[in-house]
């Protein structure tokens, strides 16, 4: 079975923080993704990558930033933590091909005060 | 743009009944795919059935089978013989076919399952 393991279930972070958010897969999946999940609003696409050191912004990448050195890892950096940014994120990854699904991992439920 | 939507913020449903979550999406593409996934409560969103749109027989998975109706743009999820553990937040997910494409999501519904 795929894995899609995220660093942290929860996180406390503190106003003006740079908080990193780690995802790692072991499937050797080219895709990853990185999504924030807010109640009423579903799921909503931050950044994601292709291939290694490749990136591609989503729907709300502002204060977000990422990095994709090895293909398992695809990190997610809140550059100055807000408290706006209070939220569940996902990883998920997934084979190159168009109808192979995403497998997500467990989401870390991050709190900035 | 595509986008998708789930018009029931909560349905509810008692065990053994059948229940029909709705979706539709709305795009321009002639090739892509339609996905429902499940989040059960504090545990990890999971695939539950997906659909080719060049198919025109609708996918089921056990219990769990989808309405295509490609030229309405309509896509339920029923989900047969409920079960407590089918009580999960489930997103009605679009997918394009060609080129390098992202899921489109959308809000969910959660579904309530009652003894």
């Known amino acids: 079975d795929v894995k899609v393991t995220q660093s942290s279930r929860y996180l406390v972070k503190r106003t003006g923080e740079k908080v990193f958010l780690e995802c790692v897969q072991d499937?050797?999946?080219?895709?990853m993704f990185w999504y924030r999940q807010d109640p009423g609003l579903g799921l909503r696409l931050i950044y994601f990558?292709?291939?290694?050191?490749?990136?591609e912004k989503g729907d709300i990448p502002e204060g977000y930033s990422v990095s994709r050195e090895k293909k398992e890892r695809f990190s997610l950096i809140l550059e100055s933590a807000s408290t706006n940014q209070t939220s569940m994120y996902l990883c998920?990854?997934?084979?190159?091909?168009?109808?192979?699904?995403?497998?997500f991992g467990d989401g870390t439920r991050l709190s900035i005060l | 743009a595509q986008t998708v939507t789930q018009s029931q913020p909560e349905m509810s449903v008692q065990e053994a009944e059948t229940v029909t979550l709705s979706c539709t999406y709305d795009?321009?593409?002639?090739?892509?795919?339609l996905f429902w996934y499940k989040q059960p409560p504090s545990r990890q969103m999971i695939l539950v059935i997906r659909q080719e749109a060049y198919k025109q027989q609708n996918a089921t998975e056990n219990r769990f089978s989808v309405n295509f109706q490609k030229a309405a743009k309509s896509f339920s999820l029923k989900i047969s013989d409920s079960q407590l553990g089918d009580a999960a937040m489930y997103f009605c997910a679009y997918l394009k076919g060609s080129g390098y494409s992202t899921l489109t999501f959308g809000k969910g519904t959660m579904l309530l399952v009652s003894p």
């Open positions: 499937m050797d999946h080219e895709n």
């Open positions: 998920a990854s997934s084979l190159s091909r168009a109808w192979q699904p995403q497998h």
């Open positions: 795009t321009s593409e002639s090739d892509y795919y």
């Open positions: 990558s292709y291939d290694v050191k490749m990136k």
